[in-house]
């Protein structure tokens, strides 16, 4: 069905994809290499390159691939106009639209959180349609803030570890 859908597109079987991956992530080195396979079996050709992660940066500010493995980390708080704003610096697959960085805007300035939520699904809804990152898995990772930590790693966001041994001074 995804080689008939490609044709359909029109999509040259001949142009292979750039695909470039960071070193050091097993993670997401084996899931390009799962791709990869995934892609060859419906009949497209791949250039997929190893980058340590300044380089990668390097050729992803450039736009210099097809497909980028790259994870991001976001704060708590919604806003990720860095990566989805036209011309944000984060914004790698040079994604430009007028609507989203309204809406991007608006969720930013916005205090009441219910008005703020009803924006942010409407960028939920323009970014499905749009489609500008594909999103492959995401970390089981959690967040926690708080000064009665004993044990842990009282950081806003992160790769935390070993939670079954934190520890609380406070009765919170």
């Known amino acids: ?15 292979p ?17 799962i791709i990869t396979q995934d892609l060859k079996a419906i009949g497209l050709k791949t250039n997929v390159t190893t ?8 050729k992803a500010k450039a736009g210099d691939y097809d497909v980028m493995f790259i994870g991001f980390t976001n704060s708590l708080d919604p806003d990720i106009s860095s990566m989805y704003k036209s011309n944000a610096p984060s914004n790698y697959m040079k994604y430009n639209s007028e609507k989203s960085d309204d ?12 008005k703020r939520k009803e924006i942010y699904s409407e960028l939920q809804k323009l970014w499905n349609e749009d489609l500008p990152v594909f999103t492959l898995y995401s970390d089981n990772d959690f967040s926690a803030v708080s000064k009665e930590v004993k044990e842990g790693e009282p950081k806003v966001f992160g790769f935390h570890k070993n939670l079954q041994n934190w520890t609380m001074t406070g009765s919170n």
């Open 51 to 58: 980058y340590d992660f300044p380089t990668l940066l390097a």
């Open 1 to 15: 069905k995804a080689k008939q859908l490609l044709k359909e597109a029109g999509w040259d079987f001949n142009k």
């Open 103 to 114: 809406l991007l805007n608006k969720g930013k300035s916005e205090p009441d959180v219910e």
């Open 17 to 33: 994809l750039n695909i470039i991956v960071p070193t050091g992530n097993k993670v997401r080195e084996q899931s390009a290499d």
